[in-house]
């Protein structure tokens, strides 16, 4: 299986920045679409960022302007640079990939791989 680890989760201040990355176990980038989910209890879980593996991007409103996915393929890399964050922004963000194209992955079901999340935490 595919398997992809987060990391540069942590606690934030208000306003301030952090980049995730995730690495896949598998060189799976020239293939796979990939993005970031967050998770926030009492919150719907929200795609935040996807990028293709032509690089083309979609970003939820909510962190649009704020937020750049990026992708590195030669390091089987995606990374998520989170600036001007905000308390609502505090959730656990997974790196997730799938066969499918991004403009399929709000069609039927969930998307096939998924890291096991990272923290991150903004103080107000």
């Known amino acids: 299986q595919v398997q992809l680890a987060e990391s540069g989760g942590g606690l934030v201040q208000g306003g301030g920045s952090l980049r995730l990355s995730c690495v896949a176990s598998?060189?799976?980038?020239?293939?796979?679409?990939m993005g970031w989910y967050r998770q926030a209890p009492g919150k719907q879980r929200e795609l935040v960022a996807a990028i293709s593996t032509g690089g083309s991007t979609n970003y939820a409103d909510s962190v649009k302007g704020r937020f750049t996915i990026t992708r590195d393929n030669a390091k089987s890399a995606v990374y998520l640079q989170m600036n001007s964050l905000k308390p609502e922004d505090r959730a656990v963000y997974f790196c997730?990939?799938?066969?499918?194209?991004?403009?399929?992955?709000?069609?039927?079901?969930?998307?096939?791989?998924w890291g096991q999340g990272t923290q991150v935490t903004v103080s107000s």
């Open positions: 997730v990939a799938d066969e499918r194209p991004l403009q399929m992955w709000d069609q039927g079901r969930p998307l096939r791989y």
């Open positions: 598998r060189t799976i980038f020239s293939e796979y679409d």
